[in-house]
């Protein structure tokens, strides 16, 4: 094993019955890192973590924790601690003897112990509510017991299972940079399972993107955006639109393609992808594509279009342009600089693209 | 007074008169009566009305009194010791370890299907001198001549009564046990613990409530029990209720049998109260 890596998964397999839940997962994760798996929701993400957390054995394959195998290691000697969904909050202690409830087990002083709970406890800003019972707790401080709870045993992996999925939307976005702040400060390496891309986005190095229980990419969040390895991985993250294309020649990195709608474009061969054909897909992110109601200066391919349908979001305006020749609308986000919508429904508008815009998505019969 | 039952405190009144006169008639008035009794003498003839302590200096003094009473509140908590220790393990079981769990629920109400009655004497079968148990521990060679010890003492009493509760413990234990979150389950051991530390620091005082309600409804009627004691305690098993029984029939001392009745109450009242408070702080220091 490198010394660089703190979990190594290598060919596990995970089998309910006759389901196969995880099939053939390959990961190592570095030290210190934050990790996110991400994916629709009955992917196996929980599955993935919880054999990792031991509450679930592996068919096949196996998985090692800082370089021991943990094949004969039961899950409450596991170097690793968990936050649960549903947090787990033991309704029978206070805060403080749900944060001491691992530690009682260490042969600590009661000094040594209160010290620990205080300092945990402090780390989540919940400094001082040792004796507030269980079900006093608000959702949000609820969660920042579980991650007291579980970090306070200082672990080498913290596995957090969907750790904001019950919280408000504003409390999540808070909660987010709070814990992405603690896990550099403690410098802990965070497996976070989630099936919000955003958060996903947000808060990690890295993110193992998994469908129907295996991993199609793993990659940094800006990779994963930008170098999307297939269609259903471009469309899960971020907004995308797909056209079909003809490649015409390549060589040095590149290829030129023929753009359904566009024209002859040049672009990078995506090293993502595995198998390239001359019937390609391509995407271009909505935020990439130029609207005027004039034809842009300075674009690599043109298409003239019809607005048939404006959605206003606030910090952007979506419009989505039907256009003679493709099967789909194409939809183009527009940043909301001057409060105002240029375009109404039945417009006829221009879109521009450029050439570094245009991502390579591989073999259309690959998808 | 018009519209009194559109007030919110008129409706109320309405809607819980029924229940109160029904809970007035058939609780409070007997237990007035009781009370009153209690306060009486029974002369050789007739009641005396006047009212005096007679009774509960008789109840007090009487170390035939205090001996059965001991001994009841004594068999009654044996009684729900048993009760409670053997239904731990079946309602764990069936709420962790089987998927069938109507089914077990309903082979565990089987022995309601028939009389009570009937069950007693079936364990005076099964104990007696000439009993299926005996006979079975003869002709396997395992004893020479019959045990005595099984029936007409307190063993049998408490025995009979255990098997007789038995649902009684199991189904508020299970429910106890039922509702605890698996994932609390899963954070103890993630935190550490084997499964025995994990019973014992998360799943026993989860289920504190369980067992006090179990408890409370074996001991309580325990105590008053006097079919059991009379038809399997022999002489040795006598319990309170045996006492108060003679006094409301063959002595027809009623002001006496009130006045045990009323002893018995507070005694029992006592016993629970302490038991639930020592229950619930003992569940409360685990940690
Ligand atoms: N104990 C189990 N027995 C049988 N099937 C299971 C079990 N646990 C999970 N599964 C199945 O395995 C698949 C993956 O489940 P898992 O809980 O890992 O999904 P997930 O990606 O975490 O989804 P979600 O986002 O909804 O939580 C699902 O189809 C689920 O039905
Ligand atoms: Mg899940």
């Known amino acids: ?367 | 007074m018009p519209g009194v039952l559109k007030t919110e405190t008129g409706k109320g009144l309405a809607l819980s008169a029924p229940a109160s006169l029904y809970v007035g008639l058939l609780v409070a008035a007997p237990l007035a009566i009781l009370v009153a009794y209690s306060f009486w003498t029974q002369t050789y003839v007739a009641i005396d009305k006047t009212l005096t302590w007679a009774n509960y200096i008789e109840a007090a003094t009487d170390p035939l009194v205090r001996h059965l009473m001991l001994r009841s509140i004594l068999i009654a908590g044996a009684v729900t010791l048993a009760t409670v220790a053997l239904a731990y393990p079946i309602a764990y079981f069936i709420a962790f370890r089987t998927q069938k769990k109507t089914l077990w629920l309903l082979l565990i109400t089987i022995p309601f299907w028939s009389s009570y009655l009937l069950r007693v004497f079936s364990w005076k079968l099964i104990l007696g001198f000439n009993g299926v148990m005996n006979s079975a521990l003869l002709t396997t060679g395992a004893i020479d001549e019959p045990l005595t010890f099984l029936l007409y003492n307190e063993f049998a009493v408490v025995l009979t009564l255990a098997h007789a509760w038995a649902p009684f413990a199991i189904l508020p234990i299970y429910v106890s046990l039922q509702k605890i979150d698996r994932a609390y389950l899963e954070a103890a051991t993630d935190l550490g613990c084997n499964r025995l530390e994990r019973f014992f620091r998360v799943t026993l005082p989860l289920t504190v409530p369980g067992i006090i309600a179990a408890s409370l409804i074996i001991f309580i009627p325990t105590v008053g029990d006097y079919v059991t004691p009379s038809l399997v305690g022999g002489s040795q098993g006598k319990m309170i209720a045996n006492l108060m029984q003679v006094q409301f029939g063959a002595a027809n001392n009623w002001p006496l049998g009130a006045t045990l009745s009323l002893v018995a109450m507070a005694s029992v009242g006592a016993v629970a109260i302490g038991f639930v408070v020592i229950t619930t702080a003992l569940g409360r220091r685990i940690r």
């Open chain 1, 1 to 367: 094993m490198s010394d660089q890596n703190i979990i190594e998964i290598s060919g596990v397999e995970k089998r309910f019955g006759t389901f196969t839940a995880v099939s053939d997962l390959n990961l190592d994760l570095k030290k210190g890192e934050f990790f996110s798996l991400l994916g629709p929701s009955g992917c196996g993400k929980t599955t993935a973590l919880r054999m990792i957390a031991g509450f679930q054995d592996n068919d096949k394959g196996s998985i090692s924790i800082d370089g021991q195998d943990m094949a004969d290691i039961p899950a409450n000697k596991r170097p690793a601690n968990m936050v649960f969904q549903s947090y787990a909050i033991f309704p029978h202690l206070n805060v403080g003897d749900n944060v001491a409830f691992g530690l009682r087990k260490l042969g600590l002083s009661k000094a040594e112990i209160k010290t620990r709970v205080a300092e945990a406890l402090g780390m989540v800003e919940l400094g001082g509510l040792e004796t507030r019972k269980a079900d006093e707790l608000s959702g949000g401080q609820r969660q920042r017991v579980a991650l007291a709870r579980a970090l306070v045993m200082r672990p080498k992996v913290l596995l957090l299972d969907e750790p904001l999925s019950a919280l408000d939307k504003n409390l999540r976005e808070a909660m987010q940079l709070e814990m992405r702040r603690l896990q550099q400060k403690l410098g802990i390496t965070f497996v976070m399972v989630t099936h919000d891309q955003y958060e996903a986005m947000t808060m990690s190095d890295r993110i193992g993107v998994m469908f129907a229980g295996k991993l199609a990419q793993v990659d940094r969040p800006d990779v994963l955006y930008a170098r999307p390895c297939n269609r259903q991985v471009a469309s899960f993250i971020g907004g995308m639109n797909f056209l079909q294309a003809r490649m015409v020649g390549d060589g040095g990195g590149q290829m030129d393609v023929d753009v359904q709608g566009f024209g002859k474009l040049t672009i990078g061969v995506n090293p993502n992808v595995e198998i390239h054909d001359t019937d390609l897909l391509v995407g271009v992110r909505p935020e990439q594509l130029e609207i005027g109601a004039e034809k842009p200066d300075g674009y690599d391919g043109y298409l003239q279009g019809e607005v048939s349908d404006v959605a206003f979001y606030g910090e952007s305006v979506h419009y989505h342009i039907r256009a003679a020749g493709l099967d789909e609308t194409l939809a183009v986000a527009v940043p909301n600089y001057f409060h105002t919508v240029d375009h109404q429904r039945g417009d006829t508008v221009w879109l521009g693209v450029q050439n570094a815009s245009v991502i390579d998505l591989g073999a259309r019969e690959h998808q």
